[in-house]
């Protein structure tokens, strides 16, 4: 099945770190930007990050900027998300997909494809 694949989600406390792995199952992440978005329990899903894998430019939403770091391993077809200083707010179901289009913010999951089933991440206070 084509789709992206996370994991590294858990239970850790305020102030401690994770890193999530997404890789890719059935293709490349060649040519696409690379996202993460999550989704807390009640509210919508938003975009968290992405990386491209065209000029490695990455984005982050305002709320992790500073805390969370984005990066690719090409050899691996993978794409980490660490987040450090998680705070009790950062507590969502974390997703991986990709687009293949030119984008500036992560608005329009319509726009993202290959999914993944996601992971969970709490943070307690």
């Known amino acids: 099945e084509v789709q992206c694949v996370e994991s590294g989600g858990g239970l850790v406390q305020a102030g401690g770190s994770l890193r999530l792995s997404c890789a890719a199952s059935?293709?490349?992440?060649?040519?696409?930007?690379v996202g993460w978005f999550r989704q807390a329990p009640g509210k919508e899903r938003e975009g968290v990050s992405y990386i491209s894998s065209l000029d490695g430019s990455t984005y982050y939403t305002d709320s992790v900027q500073g805390r969370f770091i984005i990066s690719s391993d090409s050899a691996k077809n993978t794409v980490f998300l660490q987040m450090n200083s998680l705070k009790p707010e950062d507590t969502a179901t974390y997703y991986c997909?990709?687009?293949?289009?030119?984008?500036?913010?992560?608005?329009?999951?319509?726009?993202?494809?290959?999914w993944g089933q996601g992971t969970q991440v709490t943070v307690s206070s």
């Open positions: 059935g293709f490349t992440f060649d040519n696409y930007i």
């Open positions: 997909a990709v687009t293949p289009f030119s984008i500036s913010t992560m608005e329009g999951e319509e726009l993202w494809n290959y």
